[in-house]
């Protein structure tokens, strides 16, 4: 059976953006894929954040998972730091990638424009993705667009690693869905929705109905109203048709033959988010209520995940020449 792996930072609150790029096809590849999930917290550390808020984010993001139906009886569902093979592949693998290859990475580039103090481990981020991804033989990655450049940097880790060293791991391919893969901020349609949820561009999936209806009756369109699927001339009423079509299983120029005016295809875009939240939000209310049944459930899924990480690790230790770490 095909193996699946993604993962997702712990940071603050999930939106829609994650739900439609990358969260929705989780659950979908869990059915008839081995499926194995992660929260990155370490990926997280590379900015700092206050570890008070870090751990209370990290349940967050493992219950949101749960919420969305990640099933853990089908996945393997864990924190990232519970399995220590994570931090010691990642340094493999930022011996097998190039400075040059990491300064070209666009993430590295917008966050480290955004701030005062770039880490290290944010310039090194990628290899700890391909760590990751590398040590459960992974075949495909579901991820949302703005993700595309690190697996195909993941892919090229990999292929030179297996040239060096001889075949020791898969070769990952990218799942990017056809619609909703880059979902843009409601009020900057230009810029992609991100985790600030305060924002009025951002939904988040938690957040009260009235308040998604508000923000989309609000969102940035033009002064046309012609409803036409076109992101480059028209990005607010292009990310609508986007967001809509992705809910509804459609393709966003079907969808814009719907709608004449701009109003009616607002309304019935926070309509079909807020049913699609609906059971999600019902159901982190109720897993909430039993922080320690996850807790469990994440260390079930980190025993399991270490039995696939330590057999790939210790492959790519004695491909690389380092003696075993006891004799068997
Ligand atoms: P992260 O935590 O930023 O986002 C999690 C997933 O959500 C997708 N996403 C979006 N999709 C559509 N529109 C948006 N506006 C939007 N914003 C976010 C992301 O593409 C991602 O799939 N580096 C990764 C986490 C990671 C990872 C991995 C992913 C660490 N190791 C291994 C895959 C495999 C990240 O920061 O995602």
Redo the contacts with the bound molecule.
């Keep these: 059976m095909a193996r699946v ?7 603050g609150g ?10 929705r096809n989780w659950v979908a590849y869990q059915q008839d894929h081995e499926a194995v999930y ?1 929260v ?1 917290d370490l ?1 997280a550390l590379t900015t700092a954040p206050d570890p008070a808020e870090l751990r209370d984010n990290t349940m967050a993001a493992a219950t949101m998972l749960l919420s969305v139906g990640i099933d853990p009886e089908r996945s393997t569902l864990f924190v ?1 730091s519970a399995v220590a093979e994570h931090a010691e592949l990642a340094w493999m693998m930022e011996c097998t990638v190039g400075f040059g290859e990491l300064r070209r990475m666009t ?1 590295f580039k917008d966050k480290s424009d955004r701030s005062d103090f770039v880490s290290a481990g944010l310039f090194t ?2 290899a ?3 760590a ?2 590398l040590l459960y033989d ?1 075949d495909l ?7 595309r450049q ?2 195909e940097l ?1 892919r090229d880790i990999a292929e030179r690693f297996n040239r060096r060293y001889g075949d020791t791991f898969a070769v990952p391919a990218p799942v990017i869905p056809k619609a ?6 409601l009020q900057r349609p230009t810029d ?4 600030s949820l305060e924002s009025a561009g951002t939904i988040g999936v938690l957040e009260e109905p009235d308040s998604v209806t508000r923000k989309f009756k609000r969102a940035v369109t033009d002064s046309d109203n012609d409803a036409r699927y076109d992101p480059d001339t028209k990005p607010g009423v292009s990310n609508l048709l986007g967001i809509l079509a992705s809910v509804t299983g459609r393709t966003p120029q079907a969808v814009a033959d719907d709608y004449t005016q701009y109003g009616p295809l607002k309304a019935d875009t926070a309509d079909a988010v807020n049913e699609l939240l609906d059971p999600i939000r019902r159901r982190y209310q109720e897993l909430s209520s039993d922080p320690a049944e996850i807790s469990r459930l994440l260390q079930a899924g980190a025993d399991k995940a270490r039995t696939v990480a330590t057999t790939t690790l210790e492959r790519a230790r004695t491909n690389a020449g380092l003696i075993p770490r006891s004799p068997t």
Excluded at 180 to 185: E, F, H, L
């Design positions: 792996f993604s993962g997702i930072q712990p940071s999930m939106h829609l953006g994650n739900l439609l790029g990358a969260l992660c990155v990926h990232q993430q981020y990628p700890l993705q391909a990751d991804i992974t990655v579901p991820v949302g667009d703005d993700q690190h697996i993941c909703g893969a880059r979902v843009m901020d992609k929705m991100s985790k």
